[in-house]
């Protein structure tokens, strides 16, 4: 899969790998680009920038996936973090960063709401439980419960629909590469009712 940049004329700028995907009505969730480091930088700058628009906005970035496009969109009220390889400038100096300029750069773009302050999104890999899913569970709906008891929580989540795998939704959601994206609804009414007091009925019964 790729990801392509184009001018203001819709002629072809740039391109870079994608590596992973997650993306919601057309906007990027997570993506791993993998490029030259000023095509990344591209990218992000195209992807970052300001606009005047407060409602969901066309960019000039496209997701190629053989003969199958789909332009991202952007919300400019949406905020982004990057991480990577020499991203920002940080982690190296600039005369290892000059001298190793042709180097290809893995940059992973996350949106606002899967970083650690927010997990609105939960990042899976396979059909693994997420690794956060129990402590943000019990940091954001004070729901009571056992380690052993994440696995049976989880299905029973899914079953309930509080928790979605983005893919799901043909509109506008692109899922690529070895991760599973989940959205969770953070209700602490509806754990207990749906999760919690159906797993304590069972194992009373068991």
Known sequence: MWLDLFNKKQEF????AVEALATEEREIVL?????????????????????????????????????????????????YKADGDDFGGRAASKQSRKADAPALRTVF???ESLTQLSREELIGFGD????????TLRAKCAVPFRDEWVPEMWRLGLEARLITALGTNPHGEWVFGPLTLYKIAWHTERWHREVIRPLLAARRTS
Not at 56 to 71: A, E, S
Not at 128 to 135: A, I
């Open 31 to 79: 993506a791993k680009i993998v490029g030259p480091q000023q095509s990344v930088r591209r990218m992000w700058a195209h992807l970052v920038q300001g606009r005047p628009e407060r409602k969901p906005t066309t960019t000039n970035l496209w997701l190629v996936d053989g003969d199958q496009k789909l332009q991202v969109w952007v919300d400019s009220l949406v905020r």
């Open 109 to 111: 773009i996350l949106r």
């Open 128 to 135: 693994e439980v997420p690794r956060h899913f129990m402590g």
């Open 13 to 16: 700028a740039d391109r870079v």
